[in-house]
């Protein structure tokens, strides 16, 4: 079992920046890719950035440079710098790891981003 802790999060302006952090715990080994993914209302959740174990990343069409995906592996942490947000990247954010092991996925509580004016 993986625990997932998030922080983060909360309201900005738009044009403004947020930064998203995620420390797991628990039964981690092996190959695995820990990332950010969100749900906005009434859409499905979609991924946003991920950070596999050998340094590879992969964001969203949708990021265009806006957020920056880092991983702490000693930490088992992963972090989101987002920028340059838009009312649209309103969401609810969840961290996610994925045993490549097994498949496994487990995810955070969910941390809310809304961005407005």
């Known amino acids: 079992q993986v625990h997932l802790e998030e922080s983060g999060g909360g309201l900005v302006q738009p044009g403004g920046s947020l930064s998203l952090s995620c420390a797991a715990s628990?039964?981690?080994?092996?190959?695995?890719?820990m990332g950010w993914y969100r749900q906005a209302p009434g859409k499905e959740r979609e991924l946003v950035a991920v950070?596999?174990?050998?340094?590879?990343?992969k964001y969203a069409d949708f990021v265009r440079g806006r957020f920056t995906i880092s991983r702490v592996s000693a930490e088992n942490a992963v972090y989101l710098k987002m920028d340059s947000l838009t009312p649209e990247d309103t969401a609810v954010y969840y961290c996610?790891?994925?045993?490549?092991?097994?498949?496994?996925?487990?995810w955070g509580q969910g941390t809310q981003v809304t961005v407005s004016s």
């Open positions: 996610n790891f994925r045993s490549l092991v097994n498949q496994f996925d487990y």
């Open positions: 628990g039964s981690i080994f092996g190959r695995n890719v």
């Open positions: 950070f596999f174990d050998t340094g590879v990343k």
